[in-house]
């Protein structure tokens, strides 16, 4: 009886700092978004052969985990199958921030692009009680400024 | 030491090519941490504590990378790799690869 009562609270704990969290997020991705949108990030091997850059790597990365509503709304959707919209959110907001953090750097390098981004994805979950989803995306590429 | 993950430099010349170098680094964090991010996984969000550590991780395995391309005499590290591996609770390895090259035009 009691565990139902703890599991219960922590559902709505989760439901209601988890959500919240998200729109926060979510909004200061998108105010973000606008203003990196003068330094592109492009997945191209080739750079430009108009005269000459300095090349320097740049990353982000960041830490995510899902809140215990989602996860117990994931665990449902276990059993019947579909899309996992709680987990699709975190991959978005995820790659979303480790490519800003990437575009911070290379910005405060005065980097025209950045080239030849690559994401890595993985899971760290190992090292948390009951498997808890903890994901880690890190992004990088090469900064480039006219010289 | 430039680095980059692009496969030239543009403008330069590679002279020479010296082979693969390579940094690993294997962190954990202490119980306190580690105590921290289940209560930060409740509710969702950020666990800043893993992001640092994987971040000086990173930057150890980039450290020994370039100390070893050094040895071999290399100016620059071109097509640089990152490659993350949970090989036990508690621990995460970090590898970074490149190719060690000799630059033309470059100190």
Do not use: W
Request: aromatic share 8%.
């Amino acid at each position: 009886m009691y565990e139902l009562i703890i599991t219960l609270i922590l559902i709505s704990l989760g439901y209601f700092f988890g959500h919240r969290a998200e729109k926060k997020h979510y909004k200061s991705i998108i105010a973000r978004e606008k203003v990196m949108n003068s330094l592109p990030a492009i997945a191209s091997r080739m750079p430009p052969q108009d005269g000459a850059y300095d090349q320097m790597l740049v990353s982000g990365n960041v830490v995510i985990a899902n809140d215990y509503f989602k996860m117990f709304v994931a665990g449902l959707r276990n059993l019947f199958g579909g899309q996992m919209r709680s987990y699709e959110t975190l991959l978005d907001r995820a790659r979303r921030e480790a490519i800003l953090r990437m575009k911070d750097e290379a910005k405060a390098l005065g980097a025209q692009a950045v080239f030849n981004v690559k994401y890595e994805t993985s899971n760290i979950s190992g090292q948390t009680k009951k498997r808890m989803p903890v994901i880690e995306v890190h992004a990088y590429g090469t900064a480039l400024t006219k010289i | 030491m430039f680095i980059s993950n692009l496969e030239f430099m543009t403008g330069k010349n590679v002279t020479k090519h010296l082979g693969l170098v390579q940094g690993s680094s294997v962190r954990a964090k202490h119980a306190g941490r580690d105590i921290m991010a289940g209560i930060k996984n409740l509710f969702g969000g950020e666990l800043t504590a893993y992001t640092e550590l994987l971040t000086e991780s990173r930057e150890e395995a980039t450290e020994r990378m370039i100390e070893q391309a050094k040895a071999v005499g290399a100016n620059a590290i071109l097509n640089v790799r990152f490659s993350t591996s949970s090989i036990t609770a508690g621990a995460a390895e970090i590898y970074v690869y490149g190719t060690a090259v000799i630059l033309d035009g470059l100190d």
